[in-house]
């Protein structure tokens, strides 16, 4: 048998029907940049469950979530974790879902393959399925764990993206979104549920959106009915799906068939500042954006500060003189250790007090035009 390995802009936006791990072992190592997973849960179902009426709950039963013990569960998912760790850029992420039945024993078997937990994600269902026996709570939240494949890799993390989509706040850990039920539910010819756990495209949304670009290639090795294959064709991800069951794979071609694909000019982002280039406060004074002598003020307009010719500024308040940078100037205005100058100090403009981080990102903009 041959070990050449399938390179995966030969496959790529396809399903590939397997054995996850027998599939992801097939594929060229690095080159994946994210990878969703979802898992079975290992739900250890004891037998049928029923409402209080005593109408059967349609819960997960199916074959693909039985393993015989705790060490047989473990055994697969260090197997299958292992095949996509090989699979994973160096720079790449990983998010694996689970509930509380299985994803104490899933984030215990990434760290011991190396994995860098970034973060924990709950999502909180808004409309969770009732505990019918009443002895538990209702278990309304399922676990995320985002992962990096080391602890030095410098993986994708599109925070000003996420926070224009968050209104401007800083995205939080806890995500809140309903089942996925409606229109969006894939049944069969029946009317029954074509996947008994079918995640909500929001939630697959929301995590391309902060881990991922335009471009990139995402790998779900339990593809399911498809969700990550049809948000990623409408954000202009590439995608390989893994699954064995005939049936889920016939529903989720048929849906990515008929997904649209986002227009490309709809699919920039906002731009991370961390990776913008750097701009020393003086490169305003070169080009003219500031003038020495020019004149700026703390937030509260308590302090004026005077911009001199070697890009240093100097203040005075009633706890004294100070002269420096404009971050150590501010800082110590504030009796602070730091302090960004970018958006402490402002300028006036038309009657109007802008920070100076608005000049910064005009230096920038003026400096792509030109190159």
Known sequence: MSSEKIDLSTCANEILAGDCIEVMNALQPESVDMIFADPPYNLQLGGDLSRPDDSKVDAVDDEWDQFDSF??????????????????????????????HNIFRVGKIMQDLGFWILNDVVWRKTNPMPNFRGRRFTNAHE???????????????????????????????????????????????RGEKVHPTQKPEALLYRIMLAASNKGDMILDPFFGTGTTGAVAKKMGRNFIGIEQDSA????AQKRLDETSS??????????????????????????????PGAILYTPDKSVQARVRADGSISAKSDMGKYQGSIHKVGAALQDKPSCNGWTFW????????????????????????VN
Request: hydrophobic share 30%.
């Open 71 to 100: 060490a047989a569960y473990d055994d697969f998912t260090e197997k299958w974790m292992k095949s996509a760790y090989n699979l994973l850029k160096p720079d790449g992420t990983i998010w694996v879902i689970g509930s509380y």
């Open 143 to 189: 676990t995320m764990i985002w992962a990096s494949k080391s602890e030095k890799s410098k993986y994708t993390f599109n925070y000003q993206s996420l926070k224009s989509f968050n209104d401007d706040i800083q995205m939080r850990s806890d995500w809140e979104f309903p089942l996925c039920t409606g229109g969006e539910r894939l049944k069969n010819a």
């Open 248 to 251: 889920y794979i016939k529903a």
């Open 262 to 291: 986002v227009a490309e000019e709809d699919l920039e982002q906002m731009p991370d500042k961390k990776s913008e280039p750097r701009v020393p406060f003086g490169n305003l004074l070169e080009t003219g954006l500031l003038e």
């Open 346 to 369: 402002h300028y006036e403009q038309a009657g109007r007090r802008l920070p100076i981080d608005d000049l910064r990102q005009k230096y920038r903009d003026n400096q792509k035009a």
